[in-house]
Structure formats: structure tokens, C-alpha cells
């Protein structure tokens, strides 16, 4: 949706522009990638971008897990949505960085942990490839369409609130961040017909079960909190999480939630007949 | 033991003695038959398999594949619309790679709709990973449904069979066929043991969502098993005659290619009708012969370069249009010999059941013979057609 | 019976599976799977849940999986349990689809394998439209509800069909044995898994499994949703076992369907006048389930008597 506002936008503003999601498997809440390209005159390019003049960032504990600025031109930009200033953000490489906290912006302004419209704003602001006014406009015709005058108008109002609040500067370069490794056969390698067992690679499992590589934090603006004297043991929470991530220690009689694979979904603690979970934020 | 039996009823016969373990099956003329005498094997007992009357020719397709992933020996057979119908699924079952064999009565795909032969039902499957094979006996047919599984079930291979007899003209034709022992069929056909199905006590998963960044090398791979085919097919034909005394050439079969300088290129029924006529033109001293196209998957590209390389013109019979001004056939053999300075005359005939003469296969030779000359004739004939000129 | 406390700590599905939060085909899975044990074989049609559930080269599914099309799970399941017969295994072949893909796409394969009584079992996620195209109506979709092929627009507001009587199809099969469940009732769904994996022949599970984008709903509200459905009537708790039809709970007082409604984004738009249609049909449905017409403050609407002319409302609900 930003990728798509923003081209929007740039061509209002007499220019030409695409945007395209990368088409991904994933759910409502899994990281997603899309991408924007601006140029003065027609593009004719039909691949992804490899070497991006800026990367913008939606949600910072990607970081942790992502070189998200692997591909980026030396010259290039990063954008932000983080609390921290640029200086206190760490993308492995020292390189002109925005941030702005577009989360809390969207609670704000639109009620709602939605920061595409707010991060385009820390965009204009940062890269001046368009103007504040422009991105305005774009948002609000395009979500003004479909959801109403007054949609379009709070979210033009958090891309301005973000603008105003974002602050330039450089990124720190020490962290070393090694890509994740991916299993990636030859022809030949690849099982037949692609019938897999359980089985191990250089990359991790395959397989039946293996999902358990795939670690799902960050899909996670909540996290639960269970009160141990409250909780009765109902284990409710144990049978409704669609996740299976809370498990039974039988010895002890009691419940462990592992958070790598908790997607915040809230069901737990809707459930709990005690009360004895409670929802905080996931990253301040 | 010799029978005077159908093609349909040979077929089955051939699945019987493959003792296979799963049919799925759904009627459609010309094919009913074989699925009649499949359902009479086991309900007297002659043939201890699950027969599965499905609802339809997708379900049909889609009980075979899942059963050849749970480790079973799956026979089927159809035809034209049915064919058209499990088209989805006959694309699932190649990659995944699960052996299953299913004739097919070759038979027009309308509309309009009609009965008779024409191959515009398999050829519309060419692409879909199934090895293609046309018979042009009921003899050939009960032994190529025996081959059909020891290809499909080869580890080298892996893929789904799919083997094509002439609706009516050998389906529901009676000639003699010699029909092979149990004992001598056990021995040529081992049990079915694939490495991975589907069993709890060691899960898989089968037929997973597949990202871009897998299915490229599974498709190279799929496209490498049709290579090794082309060798097990050779292989398993010398077997074959060597253990049953009947060796039908394996990818591609000649008859009097030898000293030949014009040739035709045949499938399926015409092939037995132009043997004939090549006997009765070589007693008036024509140098003729037939390439029979046994296999269309794969396609047997280097055997037909070598079979061609001494003739002066070469015909291709098509049973079917390919709307780029041939048949696919004459698409396939073109390409094929790209490089070799051979005319090649197409030959469209026999649509829709119209009967193929020798008179037709006569006329398909004259024309060659011309181009061998150095004559002018055209690309494409479509012979005994209505407002055309031959 | 199992209770909760009783169910197997295996993770046959296992976490970082890629569902959305809060997702009710998820968490019905999970513990369908539970239930149903080691000894099974998993058939998933194209759907979501084949897609969150195995992307190359990952799974989660700890027993077998095979997946090969969208309208074929009822012959699938016929297939491999021939296979499993034939060599003598005993397995439980379990097919896991959609509601577009038993409703309307796979229904003709799904009726195959009920006539001929194949000894498998079929489960249905119902959530109530085409979810993994995202969000595209199917014969399972509600009066009313918005969907992406049936959007709220300024003619057409929402679905103009109720939702398809699949249990009766079903049903008319003669078969063992037809459940509906709902995972926001524990107790009665792990019966009702158990009960179909003990029956021998052609069994049907019909859960109801919200979906947060589709439904528009809050992921904390999952179980929750399907609570309020039951107490609203619109999804019924029931099975027929060889032809006898048994309710297996009875909610107390019928509560206005609105309640249901207005907690999902797809229904948000309902003018009173599709509210109170739809709240007719749920009447009518309660008093066909529960032999009692439902609570009068919400059921005064006289659909009760014989209707002897065919009004517009009439013609719209049960066809012409
Ligand atoms: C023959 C065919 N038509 C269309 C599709 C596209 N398709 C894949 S999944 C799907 C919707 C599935 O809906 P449903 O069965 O309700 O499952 P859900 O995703 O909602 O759980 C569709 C339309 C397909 N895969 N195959
Ligand atoms: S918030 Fe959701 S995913 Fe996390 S533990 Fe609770 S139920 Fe499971
Ligand atoms: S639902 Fe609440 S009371 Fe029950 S086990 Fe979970 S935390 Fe404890
Ligand atoms: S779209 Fe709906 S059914 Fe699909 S994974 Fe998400 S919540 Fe589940
Ligand atoms: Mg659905």
C-alpha cells in the first residue's frame, strides 16, 4: 500500500513510477516486501529492485534479523520506523539514516498500529524525491476512496505528523548481520518430485516439522504475560493457541510461552477465564 | 496362450498380468471396454486390486496420483473429453513423479462432439510431463501397458505413462494376440517399491506450495527424467524381446528404412495399413519405407535423425491440427531435423475417425516422392478433405 | 471422552507455521490433529491452510501431507485409503478443506467418495469464503457479508444468498456420520473428532474456523466469535449419527444475531432491513435445530406460519 501510494504521488507529481509487491506466501501480519521505482521518463524494467537508493523500514526488528540495507547504493538512504535516533540505530554500515517512530503516530492519529501512510511522510522528508504536499494528496484520494473522507484525512495527517518528527542523521556500522541461510539444491539435489522427509541441511531443517525454523516474533506487536498465581491451570490458552507455542511442563505443572513463534494474536488472553494474561507491547 | 480379443480387452489383460493394485475409473467410449473387463477381473476374483468407480475423469486422476503417492500400482485408462478433463491433474502427477499408467483410447476432442479416432485429445497432454506412446495393434497394446510400468516405475524415469491406442480401429477391432504368462510377466514386472510415500511411520510431504526459487531446478529435473527415459526405453524394449520375443524398436521402429530414399513418418494404425503399402510400392521398385513414431514422449529427435540421414524427402502423417498450419507432429520432426537440407511434407489425415486408405497412404508416398525430385509441392496436404486438391 | 488435560502434548502441527494471527483454520487443525493422533495421513486441497502449512521446503505437519489441487479432496482421500487397503495399513486418511473447496469447487468429489462410503475422513474449515484469494465469496458465505466479489457497493450492498444447508447435502449421503463443531466449544469438538476417527466408513467434520482478515475481525476475538455464533444460531452444534440428527448443545437464551454481527468488520454495513432478514432465517433455523422457536424479542417476525404467498423476502430466501 505505501509502495503504491508513494508512486502515486510521484506521478502526480509529472513523473513516471511503479510499484509491485514481491509476491510472498505469508499471512496477514508476516514481513512483506514491495517495491517503488520513480524516474523522469517511462520504466521499463520488469525485475525486482536489487540495488535500491533507499530502503525504508516498517517495522525495526527486522534488523535484528535482516541486513535490510544489503543491497543499498553507497550513496544510498535508509528510513526508519523506529523510537531511536539514527546514531543509536546499528544497520552493520555507517550510511544516512531517518527515523522517525511512526508506531506511535499511527496509535495516535489513526487508533491502529498502521504505519505505511506515516512512514511515507519520514520519506518526503528525508529524500525530497516528493513533496509533503504531493504525498498528501495521494493519500488521501486513495484512501479516501475506498474508506472514506475522513480515513484519507487522518492518514494524510499522520504522513505530515511524521514528517514534521522525522530526524536525519547516519546509522553506527558494527554489527555483523549474516544472512540467513537459505537450502538452495541443484537439479540434481533436489529430491524427487520434491517429496521431503525430515532432514537436515547446511541451512537448518527440512521437511516435515521444520517450520519450527521459522521463527514468527516479529510478526508480533503484543506479547502475553501470564500471572502465575492467577492462572488455574485450566489450560485453555494451552488448547486455543493456533500458534502451539505455549507449552505443558508436565514435572511442574505448569505452563512455558516460548515467544519465538508467538504471533500476538491476543486469543490467550481473550480466553483466560481468570484473567491471568495480560497483552503488553512487544518492542517499546 | 493366443486370444482373438479387442484392444481394449488386450489392454486389460496387460493391467491384469501387471498386477495392478489401485483403478480409478470413469467411462467414455472407445475406452469403456477396458474398464468393463478390469471391473469382471475383479469381481470374479481373477485380479485382487481396489476398482474405484469415481464420479468423474478428474477425481479419476486425482484417486490415481494419491494412490501412487501412498505406494500403490495404479492402472487407469480414458479418452478425449475425459482426458480434457483431469488436464489439471495429469499435470500433478508428472512432477510429483508418481509411475501411474493410464491408456488412452485416442478419440476426437470436441466440439463438435464425435467419437472416432484423432489425437487431438493426448496431444493436447504433450506438455504435461506423461510419456506418449502410440500402438498400432492390440498385440503391441497388451505389451506396451507391461512396458509402460516397467518405464514408468524405472528410478531413472519416475513418470507417469501414457499409452495410445486407435479408438475403434484397434479398441474394438478383435485380432489374435498372443497373451503372456502370469509367471513370465512376474518376472519381467517386479513389485512396485518406491523410496518415499505416504506412511506414517516415515512422513512426507508431497505436493508441497512451491516458491520460485525451487521450481525452476524441479522442472530441470522433471526434463532430465525425460532424458534418462529415452535410454530405459531401449533398454526395457531389448529386455522385452528378449524374454517375449516381440521387439518393436523401442523409441522409434523403420521398416524398410535400409536402402529407402522417401520416407513417411506414421503413428498408431496407419503405420500397420502403410506397411502394406510400402510392399505393394517396392514390388513396382519404389524405394520406400515407414518411420514409426512409437514414443512422442520423449521425443526421439537423434533416432529419427538417423533413420532419415540417407533418404532425398521425408512425410509426416498427422492425426491432428496444431493451428500452425500442420499437425504437431510435422512441428516436432521439423525442429528436429533443423540443419538437414530433407524436405518435409506434411500429411494431415484421418480427422475426426475419417478412415485412412491405402489410397490416402499412397497418395502421401507420390507427394514425397515429388518433393524428392526437386519438384514444387506444398507444406501441408490435408489428404481426402472436401475443397482441397488431393 | 478426552478432555483438554488429556490431549497429547505432540505437536503433529507444528509452530512457525505461516497462518495469520489469531487464525481459526489454525487453530482447528491443531487440534484436530491432536486428537486424531500419529496414524494419519493429511490430504490438504489448495486453500490457505496449504499454503501456511508447507511452503518448500518447510512444513509443519509432523505426519504425511500430500496436496495436489483445489477440487479434489474426496477423491484424494478415496485414492490413498484404496492404497492403504490394498497393503493392509491401518490409517486414518484425513482430508482438510476449505468451505470453496467442498461447497461449490469440490463438491462433486466430495459427494464421490460419501455415495460410495469410502472409510475416510472429510473435514471441512468453514471460514466462509475464498480466504487464500483473498477474500472472494463462496456457496459457505453468510447473507450480507461483504466479500471482495460481493463488495458493498452503492446498489448491491454485501452477499444476497444465505449460506448453503451443506449439512443436509451432506447428510442426504446416508453416511456414518456428519458433526458440526466449533473451537470456541472444546469439549464437544474433541468428542466429535474422536468419535469420527473411531467410525468406520464415510465421516464428515464440519468446523466452523473465523478468519481475521476475511471476517474483519479482532485475531484476540477468534474464539470468542464462534461463542457468539452458536448463541445466535447461526451456526448450529450437531451431528448425525447413521441418520439420527442429535444436538449436542443447546445454547441458553437465543441472543440477537446482531451481537454476532457487529463484531466483524464484513457485517458492519447491514442495513436493519438485511438484519432483520437475516435474522429470520436464523430463527427459522433455530426452531428447525432446536424444535422451539427462538427468543421472542428477536424472533416476532412471522415466519412461523404457513406462508402461502410468495413474497419478494420469500423469493429471495428459498428461491423462486
Ligand atoms: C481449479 C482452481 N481454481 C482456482 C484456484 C485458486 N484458488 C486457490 S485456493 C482458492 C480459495 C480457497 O478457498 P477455500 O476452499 O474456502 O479455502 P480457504 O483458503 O478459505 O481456507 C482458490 C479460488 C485453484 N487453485 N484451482
Ligand atoms: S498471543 Fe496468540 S500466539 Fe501468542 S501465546 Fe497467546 S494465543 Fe499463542
Ligand atoms: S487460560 Fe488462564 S487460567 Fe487457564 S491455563 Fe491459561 S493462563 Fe492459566
Ligand atoms: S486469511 Fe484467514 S484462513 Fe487464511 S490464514 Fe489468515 S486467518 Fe487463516
Ligand atoms: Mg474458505
Redesign the pocket.
Same mark, same amino acid.
Given at each position: 500500500m505505501a509502495a503504491q501510494t508513494l508512486a502515486e504521488a510521484a506521478v502526480n507529481e509529472g513523473n513516471y513510477a511503479v510499484a509491485f509487491p514481491f509476491f510472498g506466501a505469508e499471512r496477514r501480519g508476516a514481513p512483506v516486501l514491495a517495491f517503488t521505482r520513480i524516474d523522469s521518463k517511462k520504466i521499463f524494467s520488469k525485475t525486482q529492485v536489487y540495488a535500491p537508493d533507499c530502503v525504508v523500514v516498517l517495522d525495526d526488528s527486522l534488523l535484528d534479523t535482516i541486513d535490510v540495507v544489503a543491497g543499498l547504493k553507497p550513496q544510498g538512504m535508509a528510513i526508519i520506523n523506529s523510537k531511536e535516533k539514527p546514531e543509536d540505530i546499528d544497520l552493520g554500515k555507517i550510511i544516512k539514516t531517518a527515523t522517525v517512530n511512526a508506531t506511535s503516530i499511527a496509535l495516535e492519529i489513526l487508533k491502529a498500529p498502521i504505519t505505511n501512510t506515516a512512514i511515507l511522510g519520514a520519506f518526503a522528508k528525508a529524500t525530497g524525491i516528493i513533496r509533503i504536499e504531493s504525498l498528501e494528496e495521494s493519500i488521501k484520494e486513495k484512501f479516501g476512496e475506498k474508506l472514506g473522507a475522513k480515513v484519507g484525512e487522518r492518514n494524510a495527517l499522520a504522513a505530515r505528523t511524521a514528517y514534521e518528527r522525522t530526524i536525519t542523521g547516519k546509522s553506527r556500522g558494527v554489527k555483523k548481520l549474516e544472512a540467513r541461510k537459505q537450502w538452495l539444491p541443484t537439479h540434481q539435489e533436489i529430491p524427487v518430485g520434491g517429496a521431503l522427509i525430515e532432514g537436515k541441511t547446511d541451512a537448518g531443517l527440512i521437511g516435515p516439522g521444520s517450520f519450527i525454523e521459522n521463527k514468527v516474533s516479529g510478526w508480533a506487536t503484543y506479547r502475553p504475560l501470564r500471572d502465575r498465581a492467577k492462572c488455574t491451570m485450566c489450560l485453555l490458552c494451552w488448547f486455543y493457541c493456533p500458534e502451539g507455542t505455549i507449552h505443558r511442563i508436565s514435572d511442574r505443572g505448569d505452563l512455558m510461552t516460548n515467544y519465538d513463534y508467538c504471533k500476538g494474536c491476543g486469543v490467550c488472553a481473550n480466553e483466560c477465564p481468570v484473567d491471568a494474561i495480560k497483552m503488553v507491547r512487544a518492542r517499546a | 496362450m493366443k486370444k482373438v480379443i479387442t484392444g481394449d480387452h488386450a489392454v486389460a489383460i496387460g493391467a491384469k498380468l501387471c498386477r495392478v493394485e489401485v483403478v480409478p475409473a470413469f467411462p467414455i467410449t472407445p475406452q469403456t471396454l477396458i474398464i468393463e473387463h478390469i471391473a469382471d477381473f475383479v469381481n470374479d476374483g481373477e485380479l485382487d486390486a481396489k476398482f474405484l468407480t469415481m464420479e468423474s475423469e478428474h477425481s479419476v486422476m486425482s484417486a490415481a496420483a494419491a494412490a501412487s503417492a501412498a505406494g500403490a500400482r495404479v492402472f487407469t485408462a480414458t479418452s478425449s473429453q475425459g482426458l480434457a478433463f483431469m488436464h489439471?491433474m495429469l499435470y500433478a502427477t508428472a512432477p510429483l513423479r508418481l509411475p501411474v499408467v493410464m491408456a488412452n483410447a485416442s478419440r476426437t476432442l470436441g466440439g463438435p462432439p464425435g467419437i472416432w479416432c484423432e489425437y487431438n485429445d493426448s496431444m493436447g497432454a504433450r506438455d504435461s510431463g506423461w510419456l506418449q506412446l502410440y500402438v498400432e495393434d492390440n498385440q503391441e497394446a497388451l505389451d506396451m501397458v507391461i512396458q509402460s510400468f516397467r518405464i514408468a516405475e524405472d528410478k531413472r524415469v519416475l513418470l507417469p505413462v501414457m499409452p495410445c491406442l486407435d479408438g475403434f480401429v484397434l479398441t474394438h477391432t478383435v485380432e489374435p494376440v498372443d497373451v503372456p504368462e502370469q509367471a513370465e510377466v512376474d518376472s519381467f514386472l517386479l513389485p512396485y517399491e518406491p523410496d518415499i510415500i505416504l506412511d506414517p511411520k516415515r512422513p512426507a510431504m508431497i505436493g508441497t506450495f512451491m516458491p520460485s526459487e525451487y521450481i525452476m531446478e524441479l522442472r530441470r529435473q522433471t526434463a532430465g527424467a525425460f532424458e534418462s527415459a529415452k535410454e530405459v526405453i531401449q533398454q526395457i524394449n531389448s529386455e522385452f524381446a528378449q524374454k517375449f520375443g516381440r521387439d518393436y524398436g523401442g523409441l522409434i521402429d523403420t521398416y524398410m528404412m535400409e536402402d529407402a530414399s522417401t520416407a513417411l513418418i506414421t503413428m498408431g494404425t496407419v503405420t500397420s495399413t502403410a506397411r502394406e503399402v510400402v510392399d505393394e510400392l517396392r514390388q513396382k521398385g519404389e524405394k520406400v519405407g515407414i518411420i514409426k513414431l512409437r514414443f512422442f514422449r520423449p521425443f526421439p529427435s537423434y533416432e529419427l535423425k538417423k533413420a532419415v540421414s540417407y533418404i532425398n524427402a521425408l512425410g509426416v502423417f498427422d492425426r491432428s491440427i496444431s493451428y500452425h498450419g500442420g499437425g504437431p507432429v510435422y512441428n516436432e520432426v521439423r525442429s528436429s531435423l533443423f540443419g538437414m537440407k530433407i524436405p518435409v511434407i506434411n500429411h494431415l489425415a484421418g480427422i475426426g475417425g475419417r478412415d485412412v486408405t491405402t489410397k490416402q497412404i499412397m497418395k502421401m508416398f507420390e507427394l514425397t516422392q515429388k518433393a524428392a525430385n526437386g519438384e514444387k509441392v506444398s507444406d501441408v496436404y490435408w489428404h481426402n478433405t472436401r475443397g482441397e486438391t488431393v | 471422552m478426552i478432555t483438554i488435560k488429556e490431549l497429547s502434548d505432540d505437536n503433529l502441527f507444528t509452530a512457525g507455521h505461516t497462518a495469520c494471527p489469531g487464525c481459526g483454520?489454525a487453530m482447528s487443525i491443531r487440534n484436530a490433529i491432536r486428537v486424531l493422533g500419529k496414524d494419519t495421513v493429511i490430504y490438504v486441497?489448495?486453500?490457505? =491452510?496449504v499454503v501456511f502449512g508447507t511452503t518448500f521446503p518447510y512444513g509443519a505437519w509432523k505426519v504425511p501431507f500430500f496436496h495436489t =489441487?483445489?477440487?479434489n479432496t474426496g477423491a484424494c482421500l478415496s485414492g490413498m485409503q484404496a492404497a492403504f487397503e490394498k497393503k493392509g495399513k491401518k490409517v486414518t486418511a484425513v482430508g482438510f =478443506?476449505?468451505?470453496?473447496?467442498?461447497y461449490d469447487?469440490g463438491l462433486q468429489s466430495m459427494s464421490g467418495a460419501a455415495e460410495r462410503n469410502d472409510d475416510v475422513l472429510y473435514i471441512c474449515?468453514d471460514?466462509e =469464503?475464498?480466504?487464500?484469494?483473498g477474500i472472494?465469496r463462496?456457496g459457505?458465505t453468510p447473507f450480507g457479508a461483504w466479500t471482495t466479489t460481493t463488495p458493498v457497493g452503492k446498489v448491491i450492498q454485501g452477499n444476497r444468498r444465505f449460506k448453503k444447508n451443506l449439512g443436509d447435502i451432506v447428510a442426504a449421503h446416508e453416511i456414518p456420520y456428519y458433526a458440526t463443531l466449533s473451537i470456541g466449544h472444546p469439549l464437544d469438538f474433541i468428542r466429535k473428532v474422536e468419535k469420527a476417527k473411531n467410525i468406520r466408513g464415510f465421516r464428515f467434520l464440519h468446523m466452523f474456523t473465523p478468519?481475521i482478515p476475511?471476517w474483519k475481525m479482532d485475531p484476540a476475538k477468534t474464539v470468542e466469535v464462534t461463542k457468539r455464533a452458536v448463541e445466535s444460531g447461526m451456526w448450529t452444534l450437531y451431528e448425525i449419527e447413521n441418520g439420527e440428527k442429535r444436538i449436542t448443545h443447546k445454547p441458553g437464551k437465543m441472543k440477537s444475531v446482531k451481537d454476532y454481527l457487529m463484531m466483524q468488520g464484513r457485517f458492519r454495513h447491514m442495513s436493519e432491513e438485511d438484519i432483520k432478514k437475516l435474522q429470520m432465517w436464523v430463527c427459522r433455523k433455530w426452531n428447525l435445530h432446536y424444535k422451539e422457536k427462538g427468543a421472542p424479542e428477536v424472533c416476532e417476525i412471522p415466519q412461523f406460519e404457513e406462508h402461502h404467498a410468495v413474497t419478494e423476502e420469500h423469493r429471495e430466501m428459498h428461491g423462486p
Open positions: - | 489439471e | 483454520v486441497p489448495a486453500s490457505c =491452510a =489441487a483445489f477440487e =478443506a476449505g468451505d470453496g473447496g467442498t469447487i474449515l471460514n =469464503a475464498y480466504m487464500n484469494t472472494q463462496s459457505g478468519c476475511g
